[in-house]
């Protein structure tokens, strides 16, 4: 290898270890990014796959901070075959195949999620890094859940009772008014499947908040005592 060569995977191996070290603040601003151009998007009637491009790329970054090994691999190796398999489905005009593949998202995604929440839980010092961890998990959910929603709609139409068409940005919208518990009642769930995600995400959010809120001020305090 030729001294260009070498000065590149140095480069590389230098982004890749600072990348690592600030892994969830980078991902939360990425979910912070999709939340903004979304909505932009729908309004433009711009394409769906640039609004997928963004999902895409936050379920990337999502996985990337997973610990290393086979989970990782797995993960990694499953977001690529379903990546791949969206263009083929749309292409087939499968609407049941497309929303099982956005499923695959989901569920990646709210693994993700999961994964965030256990490094932000097991610090033992209050840092920018967990915290952002912690902020991303949230969002993650939230996103997530979003889609969740969206895929029931897809595969069972009036999943949800709601003035117009239940667009994507629709679900993610409901999916944040409920782990927030706003309640404002213009998107209804209809089925048991659909409210039981509700209560699931809307207990969650709640028991997040305290259980985080709790677990920094615990922190707080022990290194005050320190």
Request: hydrophobic share 60%.
């Amino acid at each position: 290898m030729n001294d260009t060569g070498v000065v590149a995977t140095g480069g590389l191996r230098v982004l890749g270890r600072a990348y690592l070290r600030r892994h969830y603040a980078i991902l939360f601003y990425t979910l912070l990014l999709t939340l903004v151009v979304a909505p932009v998007f729908a309004a433009f009637e711009l394409k769906g796959s640039l609004i997928e491009f963004f999902f895409a790329a936050n379920l990337l970054a999502a996985v990337i901070p997973v610990s290393a090994g086979r989970g990782r691999r797995v993960l990694l190796a499953i977001l690529t075959v379903v990546w791949l398999a969206r263009p083929a489905t749309a292409w087939l005009d499968q609407p049941a195949i497309l929303a099982m593949a956005l499923g695959m998202w989901t569920l990646i995604g709210l693994f993700a999620a999961a994964s965030a929440l256990r490094f932000a839980m097991r610090a033992t010092l209050v840092d920018a890094e967990h915290l952002y961890a912690a902020l991303s998990a949230y969002l993650l959910a939230g996103i997530f859940f979003g889609h969740f929603y969206w895929v029931l709609q897809q595969i069972s139409p009036g999943t949800f009772a709601v003035t117009g068409d239940f667009s994507r940005m629709s679900a993610i919208y409901f999916s944040f008014v409920t782990i927030a518990t706003l309640g404002y009642g213009d998107i209804v769930p209809r089925s048991d499947v659909a409210r039981g995600l509700a209560i699931v995400e809307g207990v969650g959010g709640q028991l997040f908040l305290a259980v985080m809120v709790a677990r920094l001020v615990s922190l707080y305090a022990r290194r005050a005592e320190d």
